[in-house]
């Protein structure tokens, strides 16, 4: 039955999304096609999860949405924000840092901080303002797509003067019409006092749905929802980040720790992992009679060996990597899973598979970077795919490390007319920003499942030291005697 609703409820929101889709060509593009940017109208006939999206956020009423997709759509022509780049804003706003993303919450979502004591109020300086925090939110939404940002207003410091209503009204609206399902949360750290009327203003702006996700939080209170790792030492964590420009500083991406020891250089790492396959490849061909291209490398059945050889105790062995099961389609990679790496809870599931296959008639380069480079072992992180082929890549925890909602992992590829191992470290340096693809990885825990004992006649006989001989004992006797009675009753 639930499968029925389920499979019901899908075929709704897919005829909702084409009644959306046909109603917004025909009541808003018929004599107003220059009120709109060509590419979000493309784009919301072609992506599915945009129309979801809008639709979710107004309740699935589809009058509603279509009201908010064209209030969205006119907002992002004025603003240019599809030709958003760096060099299209001011560069002194970037060096306030008065703005930007850095860090996790504790359920994993990209903290959005705004430091609200760096803001003055200017009405010369309002539109470039604006304009700064639409280049986050859309650099994030390319990023990270579907995944939702918690929204941080520190105000420690602050006062009447760097409140500025419009421009808080403007932020409000961006959560509330530009980007649906954007908004985790929206955290109002160390409030003056004196600002508690222009905050229930700000209240009145928001819709029902954004109504809970405000949290009001003293310094004391703000690690209800952020880890002490990503709060600055005047909020009471241990966070040594300190905001500089340039680079933009929301690429918290390394590469991870090698198979051999200490964290070394990208370059190193690449060029010693480039030298290694190179010389495997070269040995299984002087090895075999006949040197076959592989339509599949598997780098599985080595990493678990080696993890058994380190162990040293064969009675207790690591399980293999947990398989995915959804796939991204991307331009030049499929990559499984879609969006979330997986691990088991227990200490025999550390480990976890990507799986990238070439979709594309080149050879395709590709790297492995990670949040939490001290945490995680990638094998390979650093290779090519031939055309057709899949790679697998096992990573897996290191040592006694935990999973966190708040690590990621990002796949880069970008196609190569010919590799030579010697040439892929090269390769990175060279090859433009915009031929690379990126697709992102959160990491999930998956809860383990007990089977459910009854306390006696199914619980199975404890031989470890742990349990008392006298509880044993009287388990097998309590046992025998239920089964007697059984046997005299039948």
């Known amino acids: 039955m639930a499968e029925l609703d389920q499979h019901e409820g899908e075929q709704d929101l897919e005829k909702k999304i084409e009644e959306t889709r ?13 009120k709109y940017d060509s ?22 009423v589809v009058d509603e949405a279509l009201k908010m997709i064209d209030e969205s759509f006119q907002w992002r022509k004025e603003f240019g924000v599809n030709d958003l780049s760096e060099n299209s804003i001011p560069k002194w706003m970037f060096e306030t840092g008065a703005v930007y993303l850095h860090g996790y919450d504790k359920e994993g979502n990209k903290l959005f901080w705004f430091k609200v004591k760096l803001h003055i109020k200017d009405a010369k300086t309002i539109l470039d303002k604006k304009k700064y925090v639409a280049f986050w939110l859309e650099r994030y939404a390319k990023k990270e797509p579907g995944m939702p940002l918690t929204v941080v207003f520190d105000m420690s410091e602050s006062g009447l003067s760097n409140i500025d209503m419009d421009f808080v009204n403007y932020v409000i609206n961006c959560f509330k019409v530009y980007y649906p399902k954007f908004l ?44 002490p790792e990503y709060l600055p030492p005047y909020l009471g964590g241990t966070d040594p980040f300190k905001y500089s420009y340039p680079p933009l500083p929301d690429d918290d991406f390394q590469t991870p720790i090698c198979d051999n020891g200490p964290i070394v250089s990208e370059d190193e790492i690449e060029s010693k992992d480039s030298e290694m396959e190179g010389k495997d490849t070269l040995e299984s061909s002087f090895n075999s009679e006949i040197a076959v291209k592989p339509k599949k490398v598997n780098f599985l059945e080595e990493s678990v060996r080696g993890d058994d050889n380190d162990k040293g105790d064969t009675s207790v062995r690591t399980k293999g990597p947990r398989k995915p099961v959804t796939t991204f389609k991307g331009l030049l990679l499929d990559v499984s899973p879609a969006e979330e790496l997986s691990f088991g809870s227990g200490e025999m599931e550390k480990k976890s598979l990507i799986i990238l296959s070439n979709v594309t008639k080149n050879q395709v380069a590709f790297k492995v970077r990670t949040t939490a480079p001290e945490k995680y072992r990638v094998k390979p992180s650093s290779s090519w795919c031939e055309p057709g082929a899949t790679v697998d890549i096992v990573v897996s925890l290191h040592g006694g490390s935990q999973v966190s909602p708040q690590d990621r992992f990002l796949i880069m590829a970008a196609e190569m007319d010919s590799v030579v ?11 433009p920003k915009t031929k690379i693809m990126e697709h992102r990885l959160r990491c999930h825990v998956l809860e383990s499942v007990k089977p459910t004992l009854s306390p006696l006649r199914d619980s199975p006989v404890d031989t470890g030291s742990s349990r008392h001989p006298v509880d044993l004992f009287m388990e097998i006797l309590l046992n025998s005697i239920i089964d007697f009675v059984d046997y005299c009753m039948n």
């Open 22 to 34: 046909q109603r917004f060509k025909n009541e808003f593009l018929q004599d107003s096609t220059e």
């Open 39 to 60: 590419r979000d109208v493309e784009r919301l006939q072609k992506d599915d999860a945009l129309v979801e999206g809008y639709l979710t956020w107004r309740l699935h």
């Open 184 to 227: 985790s949360k929206m955290i109002i750290v160390d409030m003056p006092w004196i600002m508690n009327a222009a905050w229930r203003i700000v209240k009145s702006w928001l819709g029902p749905e954004a109504i809970s996700k405000l949290k009001f939080a003293s310094k004391a209170e703000v690690q209800t929802f952020i880890d």
């Open 421 to 431: 191992s010697q040439e892929l470290t090269q390769f990175w340096k060279e090859v």
